[in-house]
């Protein structure tokens, strides 16, 4: 049996890429539909130019900030690496199930010679900080007076990554593991955090403002942005983005971030028309989905021309 599978398992990643281009074109197409009927200035097409550029540097922090984390857990990865690796594994979130570009990051640790439990944790607590992240924005720029419960999700995700609660439940799973596996082995190195992660912490904050930077950005596309929709821009796209990133089984949150943002934001006293809403949130879709294509195109095209993905 083993044989077989590991005979499939060239093909299996052909499986997986044609899989994850047909999702990728089928949500192009949907998008498209509303895109083209739209009739955008050449102001327009500036700040829609601007939005794709300002999404990309977002995706190439967040890889940065992921060897943060990294780093934070003892691994000297390199920054170039992690990018790279953040990039073309990415993409793959817009396959069904919302978990294959984690599983990527993790074997592709793993690959680099990171233990297999230090690179499964290093993917689990950059969401995590991710969230932490949105939530902060989104309190901070909200003008509901709902945030308690938003609030107290956040103290308790901040708790959570705290290496006196952390650290603990890792250590018992690692000493049991260890017990069952193999009684003689030598210990392996303690998986924790030595300190509370608060510079990956503030660097998912850079994430998250300049994606929603990117949200606004989008939305002028369509129409000026005055300067008081700003912090209820940023607050609904904070809420949409997280319920995007938290619900399972949601490709890339595709379907969940446009709805909640379209609820927050025809809810709440934006000043923008219900068409200029939905089209933005559309437009906004096509332009992450480009410049999270885009950030994988470069990659390869970046091993092509080296001839290398090996960390450096």
């Given at each position: ?8 398992k ?7 890429l ?19 009927a739209?009739?955008?200035t ?10 794709l ?14 060897s ?39 074997w ?15 993917v ?5 900080l ?13 003008p509901q ?24 439940p ?26 509370y ?46 319920l ?9 949150g ?55 993905d090996?960390?450096?």
């Open positions: 049996m083993i044989p077989r599978l590991k005979a499939l060239p093909y299996l990643r052909w499986v997986i044609g899989g994850m281009i047909l999702f990728l074109l089928a949500a192009l197409r949907d998008q498209w539909r509303e895109v083209v739209l009739r955008i050449g102001a327009g097409w500036a700040s829609g130019a601007i939005a550029g300002v999404t990309l540097m977002a995706h190439i922090w967040s890889g940065w900030v992921w943060w984390i990294l780093h934070d857990l003892n691994q000297p990865v390199t920054a170039a690496w992690s990018i790279a690796t953040y990039l073309k594994t990415n993409i793959a979130k817009y396959l069904p199930g919302n978990v294959w570009h984690f599983y990527g990051r993790v592709a640790t793993h690959n680099a010679g990171v233990p297999l439990g230090i690179s499964t944790l290093s689990v607590l950059e969401p995590l991710m969230a932490a992240a949105a939530l902060a924005i989104a309190l901070l720029s909200s007076p709902n945030w308690i419960l938003p609030l107290l999700s956040l103290i308790l995700i901040l708790g959570i990554v705290h290496p006196r609660v952390l650290n603990p890792l250590l018992y799973l690692q000493r049991t593991k260890g017990r069952l596996t193999n009684r003689d082995a030598s210990p392996a190195a303690p998986l924790g955090l030595n300190h992660p608060l510079k990956p912490f503030l660097g998912e904050l850079g994430f998250v403002i300049l994606r929603g930077i990117g949200f606004v950005l989008t939305v002028q596309v369509l129409m000026p942005v005055q300067g008081y929709q700003v912090p209820l821009l940023f607050s609904a796209f904070g809420f949409a983005w997280l995007g990133l938290v619900v399972p089984g949601a490709p890339g595709l379907g969940v971030f446009e709805v909640t943002a379209i609820a927050i934001l025809r809810q709440g006293d934006s000043g923008l028309p219900p068409a200029v809403i939905i089209s933005a949130v559309a437009i906004y879709r096509l332009v992450s989905i480009l410049a999270e294509a885009g950030g994988a195109g470069l990659v390869w095209l970046d091993e092509q021309r080296t001839g290398s090996r960390p450096s």
